[in-house]
C-alpha cells in the first residue's frame, strides 16, 4: 500500500506565563482553555496545506473491460506518483491494447506486468515514413518507450504492426536497469532499441522478431535463454558502442530462428565503428552465413569493431564446424575469455534482485 502524508492540525503554541498577577494568570488560562476547547470543536487546516486523494494501493490494474481501474496504459502510468518511494505495479488484464506507451523520466521503479504473455498486447503501428519527422523519425515510432529507471516488464507482447514499411521500432529503452522477463517483442526492421552508455538492459526468456538489425543501440544489452526469429535474409544485431564501452550486445545461451525461406543472415554489422556483439553457448541454423559478420561497406570498421562467439552450434553439433568459415577479423573465445560474461559483469550487481 502507497501511503501519502498525512495533513497535520497546525495551531498557535500558546506563549508562556511570565510575571503578573494571580488574576491575570487565571484569565489567560481560561482563554487558553477556551481556545483549545474551540479548537477541538472546529479544527482548523492552514491554507498553504493541500487536501490530496491519496492512492489507496500501489498496484493499478488495467482492463479493456472496465473491470480494472484504467481502461488504458498510458492513462494508468500518467496517474502513477512521481518519483515513488516503492515499486509501483501495472497489472495488465488480457485484451489488445491500441496505444503507444511512454514511461517518462519521472516515472522510475514501474513494472508492467501482463496477465499472459501471449494474450496481453501492447501494439501500434507507428513507422518512419509516417512520422515525418527528418533522419531520425525512426526514435519516434515506438510502441512502448522506456525512458525511466529501473522499469521492469512482464508476460507482454509488444508489438510494432506496421509491417514491412522500413524503421518501425516495437520496445525502446533509454534508462539503465531495464529488465525484460517473458515477453514477445515483434517487429521487422528496427524491433529493439537500446540507448546511452549507462543503459542497462536485460532481455530473458524472450522471443525477439525482426528483419533488418532488429536488435540496435549503443547501450549494453544481454539476451538470454532467448529466441531469436530472423523474419528476412539481413542482419540481426546492429550496434553502435561507443569506445572503451567494455559490452555492447551480449546473446548467451539463445536460438536463433528462421522463417521459411529465409537463407542468408548476418550475426551483425557495426552501425558505428567501435561496435561490439558477443555471442554465447548459441544455437543457430545453416540460415547463418558462414562468414557471419559484415563490415557494413568499410574495411576500417574491421579494425574497430569486437565481433566474438563462444560455443556457436547446430542442435549440440561442434562449435567448430560452425565457426570454421568466420570473418578473420571476428574471434573466437577460448575459456577463459567466456568466463567474464556473467550476468552481473556485464549488466552491473542490480540483476541480483532478479536472479
Same mark, same amino acid.
Given at each position: 500500500?502507497?501511503?501519502?502524508?498525512?495533513?497535520?492540525?497546525?495551531?498557535?503554541?500558546?506563549?508562556?506565563?511570565?510575571?503578573?498577577?494571580?488574576?491575570?494568570?487565571?484569565?489567560?488560562?481560561?482563554?487558553?482553555?477556551?481556545?483549545?476547547?474551540?479548537?477541538?470543536?472546529?479544527?482548523?487546516?492552514?491554507?498553504?496545506?493541500?487536501?490530496?486523494?491519496?492512492?489507496?494501493?500501489?498496484?493499478?490494474?488495467?482492463?479493456?473491460?472496465?473491470?480494472?481501474?484504467?481502461?488504458?496504459?498510458?492513462?494508468?502510468?500518467?496517474?502513477?506518483?512521481?518519483?515513488?518511494?516503492?515499486?509501483?505495479?501495472?497489472?495488465?488484464?488480457?485484451?489488445?491494447?491500441?496505444?503507444?506507451?511512454?514511461?517518462?523520466?519521472?516515472?522510475?521503479?514501474?513494472?508492467?506486468i501482463g496477465e499472459?504473455?501471449? %494474450?496481453?498486447?501492447?501494439?501500434?503501428?507507428?513507422?518512419?515514413?509516417?512520422?515525418?519527422k527528418g533522419r531520425?523519425?525512426?526514435?519516434?515510432?515506438?510502441?512502448?518507450?522506456?525512458?525511466?529507471?529501473?522499469?521492469?516488464?512482464?508476460?507482454?507482447?509488444?508489438?510494432?504492426?506496421?509491417?514491412?514499411?522500413?524503421?518501425a521500432i516495437a520496445?525502446?529503452?533509454?534508462?539503465?536497469?531495464?529488465?525484460?522477463?517473458? *515477453?514477445?517483442?515483434?517487429?521487422? %526492421?528496427?524491433?529493439?532499441?537500446?540507448?546511452?552508455?549507462?543503459?542497462?538492459?536485460?532481455?530473458?526468456?524472450?522471443?525477439?522478431?525482426?528483419?533488418?538489425?532488429?536488435?540496435?543501440?549503443?547501450?549494453? !544489452?544481454?539476451?538470454?535463454?532467448?529466441?531469436?526469429?530472423?523474419?528476412?535474409?539481413?542482419?540481426?544485431?546492429?550496434?553502435?558502442?561507443?569506445?572503451?564501452?567494455?559490452?555492447?550486445?551480449?546473446?548467451?545461451? *539463445?536460438?536463433?530462428?528462421?522463417?521459411?525461406?529465409?537463407?542468408?543472415?548476418?550475426?551483425?554489422?557495426?552501425?558505428?565503428?567501435?561496435?561490439?556483439?558477443?555471442?554465447?553457448?548459441?544455437?543457430?541454423?545453416?540460415?547463418?552465413?558462414?562468414?557471419?559478420?559484415?563490415?557494413?561497406?568499410?574495411?576500417?570498421?574491421?579494425?574497430?569493431?569486437?565481433?566474438?562467439?563462444?560455443?556457436?552450434?547446430?542442435?549440440?553439433?561442434?562449435?567448430?564446424? !560452425?565457426?570454421? %568459415?568466420?570473418?578473420?577479423?571476428?574471434?573466437?573465445?577460448?575459456?577463459?575469455?567466456?568466463?567474464?560474461?556473467?550476468?552481473?559483469?556485464?549488466?552491473?550487481?542490480?540483476?541480483?534482485?532478479?536472479?
Amino acid at each position: 500500500m502507497t501511503k501519502g502524508n498525512k495533513n497535520s492540525f497546525i495551531g498557535s503554541r500558546p506563549r508562556r506565563l511570565i510575571g503578573g498577577s494571580y488574576k491575570w494568570s487565571l484569565l489567560l488560562a481560561g482563554l487558553l482553555i477556551s481556545g483549545i476547547g474551540s479548537l477541538l470543536a472546529r479544527p482548523v487546516i492552514p491554507k498553504m496545506v493541500k487536501i490530496q486523494k491519496v492512492q489507496d494501493a500501489d498496484t493499478l490494474t488495467v482492463a479493456k473491460d472496465g473491470t480494472g481501474d484504467y481502461t488504458s496504459i498510458q492513462k494508468a502510468i500518467e496517474n502513477t506518483k512521481a518519483y515513488p518511494a516503492d515499486r509501483i505495479v501495472i497489472f495488465i488484464k488480457k485484451g489488445i491494447y491500441n496505444e503507444q506507451v511512454r514511461i517518462p523520466a519521472w516515472n522510475p521503479d514501474i513494472s508492467l506486468i501482463g496477465e499472459n504473455r501471449e %494474450q496481453t498486447v501492447i501494439a501500434y503501428g507507428s513507422y518512419f515514413g509516417q512520422v515525418n519527422k527528418g533522419r531520425n523519425s525512426t526514435f519516434y515510432t515506438a510502441t512502448l518507450s522506456v525512458e525511466a529507471t529501473g522499469v521492469v516488464l512482464k508476460h507482454l507482447t509488444i508489438e510494432n504492426t506496421a509491417g514491412a514499411v522500413g524503421q518501425a521500432i516495437a520496445l525502446s529503452v533509454s534508462q539503465d536497469q531495464c529488465l525484460v522477463e517473458d *515477453c514477445n517483442i515483434q517487429g521487422n %526492421q528496427d524491433t529493439f532499441f537500446a540507448t546511452g552508455p549507462n543503459t542497462h538492459v536485460w532481455l530473458k526468456n524472450c522471443l525477439i522478431s525482426g528483419t533488418t538489425d532488429f536488435l540496435f543501440g549503443d547501450a549494453t !544489452v544481454l539476451v538470454s535463454h532467448s529466441s531469436i526469429l530472423c523474419k528476412a535474409d539481413s542482419y540481426i544485431v546492429a550496434a553502435s558502442t561507443i569506445k572503451d564501452q567494455p559490452f555492447g550486445f551480449v546473446l548467451d545461451h *539463445c536460438t536463433l530462428l528462421a522463417a521459411t525461406g529465409v537463407k542468408q543472415v548476418f550475426l551483425g554489422r557495426p552501425w558505428r565503428a567501435f561496435a561490439r556483439t558477443v555471442y554465447l553457448n548459441t544455437t543457430m541454423g545453416d540460415f547463418i552465413r558462414p562468414v557471419g559478420w559484415d563490415n557494413w561497406r568499410s574495411k576500417a570498421n574491421e579494425a574497430t569493431a569486437y565481433y566474438a562467439e563462444y560455443n556457436s552450434h547446430i542442435n549440440g553439433g561442434s562449435s567448430k564446424a !560452425v565457426t570454421g %568459415q568466420r570473418a578473420s577479423w571476428s574471434h573466437q573465445l577460448s575459456d577463459q575469455e567466456a568466463q567474464k560474461y556473467t550476468p552481473e559483469n556485464i549488466l552491473g550487481p542490480w540483476i541480483n534482485r532478479f536472479l
